[in-house]
């Protein structure tokens, strides 16, 4: 099987289970950023502490099904996909990975921003795309049905990407970076 079908070169693309949409269609958008954001999960397990791999393993399996989810319409009667993507269970799965990273954190007493050691400055990236592909599927969720799980679990996982950059920070013993207005 060929990569390129060339079905695309007119500015459209298939939907699973059937269908045609413009590529800047929301749909397309929320799934295209879901994809990007999977890819910064990625670049973030190559320098990220072992005990913290499985959880991102599972979120890019959790992504990689909402995407597939997202990419399906919901009207489409042939060949869609069943699984919803996400489920709360997933959303519970980050909660609970928060709160056992955040026990081993100080406590939060000004802004941060993105940087510090390599692998927190990945997290910090995977977390603002993480914020890019929530504002998509919010935008989609406006005109057509996209599950609750699906907002609940992406605002999680940024704020798991956060804390995931702060303790990498910690254990590096390396202060966060902490924003301050400037003066004048």
């Given at each position: 099987m060929?990569i390129?079908?060339?079905?695309g070169d007119?500015?459209?693309?298939?939907?699973?289970?059937?269908g045609?949409v413009?590529?800047?269609?929301l749909?397309?958008?929320?799934?295209g950023?879901?994809?990007?954001l999977?890819?910064?999960?990625?670049?973030a397990l190559?320098?990220?502490s072992?005990?913290?791999?499985?959880?991102?393993?599972?979120a890019q399996r959790?992504?990689?099904?909402?995407?597939?989810?997202?990419?399906?319409?919901?009207?489409a009667?042939s060949g869609a996909?069943?699984?919803?993507g996400?489920v709360?269970?997933?959303?519970?799965?980050?909660e609970?990975a928060?709160?056992a990273a955040d026990?081993?954190?100080?406590?939060?007493?000004a802004?941060v921003l993105?940087?510090?050691?390599?692998?927190?400055a990945?997290?910090?990236?995977?977390?603002?795309v993480?914020?890019r592909?929530?504002?998509?599927c919010?935008?989609?969720?406006?005109?057509e049905?996209?599950?609750?799980?699906?907002?609940?679990?992406l605002?999680?996982?940024?704020?798991?990407?956060?804390?995931?950059?702060r303790?990498?920070?910690?254990?590096?013993?390396?202060?966060?970076?902490?924003?301050t207005?400037?003066?004048?």
């Amino acid at each position: 099987m060929k990569i390129y079908t060339k079905r695309g070169d007119g500015g459209e693309t298939d939907l699973a289970g059937g269908g045609r949409v413009a590529k800047d269609d929301l749909r397309v958008e929320a799934y295209g950023a879901v994809d990007e954001l999977n890819s910064f999960v990625g670049l973030a397990l190559i320098d990220c502490s072992e005990d913290l791999r499985a959880g991102l393993k599972a979120a890019q399996r959790t992504l990689f099904s909402m995407g597939s989810a997202l990419a399906t319409h919901p009207d489409a009667t042939s060949g869609a996909l069943s699984d919803p993507g996400v489920v709360d269970g997933d959303v519970d799965a980050l909660e609970a990975a928060i709160d056992a990273a955040d026990a081993e954190l100080p406590e939060l007493r000004a802004f941060v921003l993105p940087g510090g050691t390599r692998a927190a400055a990945a997290f910090h990236a995977a977390r603002t795309v993480c914020r890019r592909a929530e504002r998509r599927c919010v935008a989609l969720s406006r005109d057509e049905a996209v599950e609750a799980a699906v907002l609940r679990y992406l605002n999680r996982l940024s704020d798991a990407l956060f804390v995931w950059a702060r303790l990498e920070n910690a254990r590096a013993e390396v202060p966060d970076i902490e924003w301050t207005r400037r003066d004048g």
